[in-house]
């Protein structure tokens, strides 16, 4: 296994970890995130994902300013569940949890640039 293969590993176990002793409900979130999110959307958050270039429109940077004005918990939760007609965002209501899209909502929110 490559160093990084092990890396990533230690992090998703360190996430089911976290989320088996109930500690926040943003980790537990960061590991679906990790899973089913980073290819479009980048480990980051920055809408560079290795998919995410050959995608018109582009997924979003969810580290932009812009994005986050005025953007409620209800509003990404829906997209989550819903997902977002005519782009490739994929609704994922029959993939996870009502609990599982609330904790990687929680676990967007640590892409929001401070002041917004
Ligand atoms: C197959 C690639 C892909 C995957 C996987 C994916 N997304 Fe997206 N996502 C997109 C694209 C493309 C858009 C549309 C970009 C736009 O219109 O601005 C988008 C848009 C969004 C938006 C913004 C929607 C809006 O209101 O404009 C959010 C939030 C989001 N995705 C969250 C997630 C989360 C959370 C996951 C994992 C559960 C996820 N995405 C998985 C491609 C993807």
């Given at each position: 296994?490559?160093?990084?293969?092990?890396?990533?590993?230690?992090?998703?176990?360190?996430?089911?970890?976290a989320a088996r002793a109930d500690s926040s409900e943003s980790d537990a979130g960061r590991v679906v995130y990790e899973q089913r999110c980073a290819a479009c959307h980048g480990a980051s958050g920055a809408g560079d994902g290795p998919?995410?270039?050959?995608?018109?429109?582009?997924?979003?940077?969810?580290?932009?300013?812009?994005?986050w004005r005025g953007r409620t918990v209800s509003q990404l939760r829906q997209v989550v569940r819903?997902?977002?007609?005519?782009?490739?965002?994929?609704?994922?209501?029959?993939?996870?949890?009502?609990?599982?899209?609330?904790?990687v909502v929680a676990f967007l929110q640590s892409f929001r640039p401070s002041g917004q």
């Open positions: 296994m490559t160093g990084r293969g092990a890396a990533l590993l230690a992090i998703v176990a360190a996430g089911v970890v998919a995410a270039a050959a995608m018109e429109p582009h997924p979003r940077n969810l580290r932009d300013a812009d994005f819903d997902g977002k007609p005519g782009t490739l965002m994929a609704p994922f209501g029959g993939a996870l949890s009502d609990a599982e899209i609330d904790a």
